[in-house]
């Protein structure tokens, strides 16, 4: 397969915004949207940066992912809010509730936004990224259509529900963790599939419980159910499955059990006569501002010591370095900024596509 190449980071996101407004995005809302996509590329996680704006396009396209985001404010206290989203742009949903979890902090020292009818709002990690940056915890999960199966199951019936936390600390970077409660999530199965390399066995299962390892047949068995993710720990219990499992499922009531919102099979995006529908997913918010407790420095020293702890400690044979959540992607960061964002001939061709379609111009000395 041919090498990728590299685009530069702000030609990657000028695309990204020309492409949403060129769907009838509003100009604002597509900057969030493709500052979310961007941010994602720049921590390294192409499963949810710009490889995933042909995701948008066609679901924009199929009218299940509404363009003009009306959020609506369904019920609010001083530290909560419930709000439906009207399945308008998930990063523009899930942006405007993180900031109303964080202002209800600031004031009274927590805030918590539960959101239903939400969309794809792309990596977890960007919303509790925005309370660390500003002195604060953050906490966002979601929900998702069905993919994971439960332990001693075979059936999709949990999303990849990722759980995503950051703290600030007084290294370069603020702890974040952020991931799927599945071992692999559809969004790398995609990456591989446009790499045209194999899926590891012990990640995804067919309806049979077999192994399955080509990308592609994964993604059609996905898309009729004949395909689940395994949860984190894998098959079984003898590695912690159910852990995985059950984390899914603590997402999913967080998700759901708040907003009145849908679940599990009501998420697969299709109604009873076979027709799409948007997939009504829910979101929860939590910030906690750090000075309604101790003082921050004081936090942000406590929280590096613990990172430098773990950094320091005694490294198993053949390592020569122990990383924290949230280092990888600080470095990997100052090398996208220099290097660009990797384009492979598969994702090329998808950008050539959109560029085409909607008579963006400007691009074709990179694609």
Known sequence: MAESTYVPVRVIENFMIDVFQGLDVPEE????SADVLITSDLRG???????????YYDRIQAGVHLTKTEMEIVKETETTALVDGHHGMGHVIARRSMRMAMDKARRYGLGAVAVRNGTHFGIAGYYPLMAAKEGMIGLTVTNARPSIAPTFGTEPMLGTNPIAFAAPSDMPYPFC???ATSIIQRGKVELLSRAEKPASEGWIIDA?????TDPDVILKGMAVAQAALLPLGGAGEAL???KGYDLATVVEILSASLSGGKFLKDLLGFAEDGSRRPYMLGHFFLAIDIEHFIPLDLSRRLTGQIM????NSRKAPGQDRIY???????EKEKVIREQGVPVNPNLRRQFQTMR???NITGYEEYF
């Open 356 to 358: 085409d379609e909607l």
């Open 177 to 179: 963790f952020d991931a």
């Open 324 to 330: 924290v959540a949230g280092e990888k992607e600080y």
């Open 308 to 311: 430098r702890a773990l950094q």
């Open 29 to 32: 809302d597509a900057r969030i």
């Open 45 to 55: 996680i192409e499963s949810h940066g710009v490889g995933r704006l042909k995701y």
């Open 240 to 242: 912690g499955g159910y």
């Open 208 to 212: 049979e419980g077999n192994p399955l």
